[in-house]
Nanobody, 118 residues
Framework: QVQLVESGGGLVQAGGFLRLSCAASGSIFSINAMGWYRQAPGKQRELVADITRGGSTKYADAVKGRFTISRDNAKNTVYLQMNSLKPEDTAVYYC????????????WGQGTQVTVSS
């Protein structure tokens, strides 16, 4: 069984910063891509950023230059450093991992709330 646990969300003022972490645990052989998604009230879940095992990254246009995704393969952990936060970044943030395991597939975390006040 594979679990993803996120941490680091919270309430911050506009212009502030937060760092999200997501650690995968369980019967994991390896992890391919890892990523962060977000879902605001009344909106669809959208990709924020993702990173391959080799470190190649991709960002949504809305966060380019403000957010940085990174990972520690030895710890099966992905991070999202969020700077210059805006009220429109308010959402529940989810991590996703493409896990090679007894049951290989995409696994999701439970989500962490990020609220940016103006």
């Amino acid at each position: 069984q594979v679990q993803l646990v996120e941490s680091g969300g919270g309430l911050v003022q506009a212009g502030g910063f937060l760092r999200l972490s997501c650690a995968a645990s369980g019967s994991i052989f390896s992890i391919n891509a890892m990523g962060w998604y977000r879902q605001a009230p009344g909106k669809q879940r959208e990709l924020v950023a993702d990173i391959t095992r080799g470190g190649s990254t991709k960002y949504a246009d809305a966060v380019k230059g403000r957010f940085t995704i990174s990972r520690d393969n030895a710890k099966n952990t992905v991070y999202l450093q969020m700077n210059s936060l805006k009220p429109e970044d308010t959402a529940v943030y989810y991590c996703k991992a493409e896990v090679v395991s007894v049951i290989t597939g995409d696994y999701w975390g439970q989500g962490t709330q990020v609220t940016v006040s103006s």
